[in-house]
Structures are given as structure tokens and as C-alpha cells.
């Protein structure tokens, strides 16, 4: 494909996916190489411009992650990151040394508004640090263009050059005017255009697929997840028939879930492949019982789905290709670096069947993040429950369920997160109809923009959100009965990347509103839990 390219080479920072999400932000396509990738690997790709990342490292220390000086020489523009700005300076002939005063956190920012860098930046901003070494002398060639009070090279410029490098980091919300600096670089130093979008995205793809894929046979283990659903729709755009969708139903899936997919994936829904379901709820079932240890529970639901999937497969005969919904940070964390192509495998079904015969691998949204990979799937016409559903994991209820599994208490949870589910969503969007409202924005309540109404949603609403069975009964009093039943817990959370997240703060009477239901309408439950552990040090799900 012929696009700009930008690259992203990883010293691993803790920022640098989002560094390169805010360049695809811009429209511009860019990839995460690490810094051990050969130059000449770097310059057969013809990059439009080069963005070093921040990492952990000191660069004037003994086998320190490093770049070649030629990579500063090739005229291609490059703009250093934190450890990449350092980095950039030390290689080149400038001094770095331990701060005398390390920065953390919100520091105020003067720039030189004249530098393209800061083109529409005010000359007193803020900025987001988080350094313990500074340059304390520049590069030959090099001048200051933004300061801070302990930082006399806050960012540098060798305009000629076209080498830029910031200490602090434009790649998060901390630093206001950090998308605008991203974008500056981009469009006024690099040249970029910025004409890479979605709907060529899925088009693109669609031919290449064809192309490769001719009159061969093509299977896809799909789960109703966000992934796996974009990847099938563009297969079977792409392939019609010569595509077979998998789905099992191991009977962990939250309420109704099963009937959904089908319903979008099925005979009667949009699409034209052969879907095949497999209701196996009773084969996980016997292979749970009795099994509390989650890490068993976790390996049992895993390899049983392998063996379902493969013996469906072994019914279809031949198949050719092998379709997975990895996405790009699947890619990135599985440590790229030139090694990209050993990168196939891993999969939140969890891995890959032995026994399948087939010729390769495709992964149609191996480059995408996940934003990326919900626009392709609004793009195709996937329904927008599906497009925005809230992360599952691949073992499903099974890790929601403390203790052991029994179809009792699936239900349980089914029910109870149902009711949850429901509650918050109906409150987060009556609560964005008016936020809407007040700033003076029409949503169609009758048929909303979904992504529209999510932007209106209140800052409580959780980035995930579920009902969970704890192993405690407890004694409670319904009527004039004693009970001795049940506690669920409610878990929500705030997170960005999931590596972290914090309890989401759900208003106290909708919780309330959602504790009643519960009560009232689940048979066995007697007590209803908020969770309010962050992460660390709990996970996001109990088990
Ligand atoms: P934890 O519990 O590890 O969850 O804090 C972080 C995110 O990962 C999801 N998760 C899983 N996803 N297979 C998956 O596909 C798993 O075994 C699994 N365990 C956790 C979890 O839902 C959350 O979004």
C-alpha cells in the first residue's frame, strides 16, 4: 500500500503505543519498531519522519538502548521523546547528565512560539515530565526552543536539520498543547499530508484479501468479540461462502449473548457465510465441576474450546487459511523488532489447534489499535452493541464465578449482570441525552448515533463493568423467611489501558436501584457487594 509512513522506534517508555496512537490520530499510518531494528531495514521503509520514544534507561550508561548516528543523517525529520530527545543529544555530541532536580508531573512550559513545533502553541503552557536525567548541554547545530524552571533544554531544535527532541511528553492528555506539538512535527516538519483513513482501510484490505485468498477455504473461530466480529465481516466481504465461522458457546457467555451472534452472524442475519454454532454448555459444564482453582478453571475452558473447534473443523475437510483478530498492540506486546513474523499465535481463545490443517494465517487487523478497529467495524455496518461491547474475557463467566461452576449459579450472574448492565446503560444515557441537550446538541432518542451519545456520557461511566458470583452465602430475612443464599459483587472500573484501573464512582442510587433488582428478580441472592479495590493491587476480574 502506498501511504506515509511514520516510525515509532520503542525504548521502552511506558507511552509509546499512545505515541502512536496520536500520530494515527493525525491521519497519518505509523508502526512501533524497536530500537534494535538495523538502519537499513529503517531506510528501506522510507519513513516521512522518525518519532523516538521515552524508556527507563540512562543513555550515558554502559549498554544503554541506543540508536546508530547515521539514523540523525538520512534527512528524514526525527523527534525525540523524554530518553529519545537524550538519547538524540548524547549520540550527536551534547551532554546528558542526572537532573539536579528531578521533574514530576504538571510543570509549567515557555516555548518558542516562532519554531514550527509550536506553530498556534501559547508561549506559556504546561507540560507533562517525568525525568531524573536532563540535557545539560546541546548537540552542535542545536538551539533551546521551550524551557522550564529546572530545565534549561525543555526542547531543542536543530531546524536544518530537522531534528526536534522534547524532554517533556506531548503524547499524553497531561500536556494540553501535546497533540498540536504531535501534529506540528507531522504536518509542518515531516510533511505529512495526512490522508490515511478507515473506509480506504477496510477496502484495501477487502481486495488484498481476495487476492490472496482466491478460491481457498477459510475458517475463523469466532467469539461475538469486537475482533473476531470485524475480522469475520471482512473475510466474508471479502469471500462470501469460501468463509466458515466457528462459534462455540461454552455456556459462560453472558445473557442471551449466544443468540445475539447468531442473530448477526447467522442465516437470518446480514451476512453471507456459513456459521456454525455449537452449543456445548454441558461438555465445559462436566469439565468444571467441582474445579475452583481459577488457573485450572482458566486451562480447562481453554483447551476444551481447542478440542470443540477442532472437531468442527475436522467436518469442514480442507481449509486453507486460518482467520485470527489479533490487533496491533497483541503485536507490539508479544516484542516486535524485526521478529514480527514469529508473532502469530497467541489469540484470547486461547492459542491455536493442533490438529487443524492449514496454510497460513490471517489477521486482517494485526495493524490496527483498537479505536482503529472499531471504525473499520462501524464502517462495515456492524451493529453498534457489537462494535462498542465492553471487553469479555475468553474463559467468560467462568472467572466470574468464585469457586466452582455450576449451571445454577452461571444463571446467577447472567441474570444479575443483565440487570447491572442494563441500569447503568440506561442511566449513562439518560444522563448524555441531557448533557447533550444542554450544550445544545440533538440526539435522535428514537434512533441515536451511538458513538455520538457515548461522547455525552458522565465521567462515572465505567470502561468496564459486570456482575460477579462471590463463593459466600449469608443469612438474610425475605418476608418473614430466613435465607440463606447468595452474595453478588458489582465490579467497575476506570482504566486506560487495563494495566491499571480504579473503582468507578456509579452514582449511589443507581447502585441502589440495581441492588433491588437483584434481590427481587434473582432467585438465590440475598446480598448484593460494590467492589471497590483499584488495580493494583486487585485484577479487573475476581479470578
Ligand atoms: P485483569 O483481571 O487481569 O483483567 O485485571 C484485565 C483485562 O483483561 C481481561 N481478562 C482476560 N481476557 N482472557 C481474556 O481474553 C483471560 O483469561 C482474561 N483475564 C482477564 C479482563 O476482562 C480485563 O478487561
Request: with cysteine; charged share 25%; hydrophobic share 40%.
Amino acid at each position: 500500500m502506498d501511504k506515509e509512513l511514520v516510525l515509532v522506534i520503542d525504548f521502552g517508555g511506558q507511552y509509546n503505543q499512545l505515541v502512536a496512537r496520536r500520530v494515527r490520530e493525525n491521519n497519518v499510518y505509523c508502526e512501533i519498531y524497536s530500537y534494535k531494528t538495523p538502519l537499513e531495514q529503517i531506510k528501506a521503509m522510507e519513513p516521512k519522519g522518525i518519532i523516538l520514544t521515552g524508556g527507563p534507561a540512562s543513555c550515558y550508561e554502559e549498554g544503554a538502548a541506543s540508536c546508530d548516528e547515521e539514523l540523525f543523517r538520512m534527512g528524514v525529520p526525527v523527534l525525540g521523546i523524554c530518553y529519545g530527545a537524550q538519547l538524540m543529544s548524547h549520540v550527536l555530541g551534547g551532554k546528558v547528565e542526572k537532573a539536579p532536580v528531578r521533574e514530576y508531573g504538571h510543570t509549567d512550559l515557555k516555548v518558542d512560539v516562532t519554531s514550527p513545533v509550536f506553530e498556534g502553541v501559547p508561549e506559556n503552557t504546561t507540560c507533562w515530565m517525568s525525568h531524573f536525567d536532563y540535557i545539560s548541554a546541546i548537540a552542535p547545530g542545536f538551539k533551546s526552543i521551550a524551557t522550564t524552571d529546572n530545565c534549561p533544554f525543555a526542547a531543542i531544535a536543530n531546524d536544518e536539520e530537522k531534528l526536534y527532541g522534547f524532554q517533556y511528553h506531548p503524547e499524553v492528555l497531561h500536556t494540553p498543547e501535546g497533540s498540536r506539538m504531535l501534529r506540528n512535527f507531522l504536518m509542518n516538519v515531516c510533511g505529512c499530508k495526512g490522508d490515511w483513513v478507515m473506509s480506504s482501510f477496510a477496502q484495501e484490505q477487502i481486495k488484498a484479501i481476495r487476492e490472496k485468498v482466491g478460491d481457498g477455504k477459510v475458517l475463523c473461530a469466532l467469539s461475538g468479540g469486537v475482533d473476531s466480529s470485524v475480522a469475520a465481516v471482512l473475510l466474508s466481504k471479502a469471500v462470501g461462502k469460501q468463509l466458515t465461522c466457528v462459534f462455540v458457546d461454552h455456556g459462560l457467555l453472558r445473557k442471551d449473548e449466544g443468540d445475539q451472534v447468531e442473530a448477526i452472524f447467522g442465516p437470518e442475519g446480514p451476512y453471507d457465510l456459513n456459521f456454525i454454532r455449537v452449543n456445548a454448555a454441558e461438555r465445559f459444564y462436566v469439565k468444571l465441576a467441582g474445579v475452583s482453582e481459577p488457573e485450572r478453571k482458566r486451562k480447562i475452558i481453554g483447551e476444551e474450546f481447542i478440542r470443540v473447534f477442532e472437531e468442527e473443523a475436522k467436518k469442514i475437510g480442507r481449509v486453507d487459511y486460518l482467520v485470527q483478530g489479533t490487533i496491533y498492540p497483541d503485536v507490539v506486546e508479544s516484542g516486535l523488532g524485526g521478529e514480527s513474523a514469529v508473532i502469530k499465535s497467541h489469540h484470547n481463545v486461547g492459542g491455536l489447534p493442533d490438529y487443524v490443517d492449514f496454510k497460513e494465517i490471517i489477521e486482517p487487523l494485526r495493524n490496527l489499535f483498537k479505536d482503529e478497529v472499531r471504525k473499520v467495524g462501524l464502517e462495515l455496518g456492524i451493529p453498534d452493541a457489537l462494535v462498542f461491547r465492553q471487553p469479555f474475557p475468553g474463559p467468560g463467566l467462568g472467572i466470574r464465578i468464585v469457586g466452582d461452576i455450576t449451571a445454577e449459579k452461571v444463571k446467577i450472574v447472567q441474570d444479575s449482570d443483565a440487570i447491572y448492565r442494563e441500569e447503568v446503560e440506561n442511566a449513562a444515557n439518560e444522563a448524555a441525552y441531557e448533557a447533550a441537550e444542554a450544550a445544545g446538541v440533538v440526539i435522535d432518542r428514537n434512533n441515536p448515533d451511538h458513538a455520538l451519545l457515548r461522547s455525552y456520557w458522565p465521567s462515572w461511566m465505567p470502561d468496564q463493568y459486570f456482575a460477579a458470583l462471590t463463593n459466600m452465602r449469608s443469612v438474610g430475612v425475605m418476608g418473614d423467611e430466613r435465607t440463606y443464599d447468595h452474595a453478588v459483587a458489582l465490579r467497575a472500573v476506570k482504566t486506560i489501558d487495563f494495566m491499571t484501573a480504579e473503582s468507578a464512582q456509579i452514582p449511589y442510587e443507581i447502585l441502589m436501584k440495581v441492588m433491588n433488582r437483584i434481590i427481587n428478580e434473582v432467585r438465590g441472592v440475598n446480598r448484593v457487594l460494590y467492589d471497590l479495590t483499584s488495580k493494583p493491587p486487585g485484577t479487573v476480574e475476581l479470578e
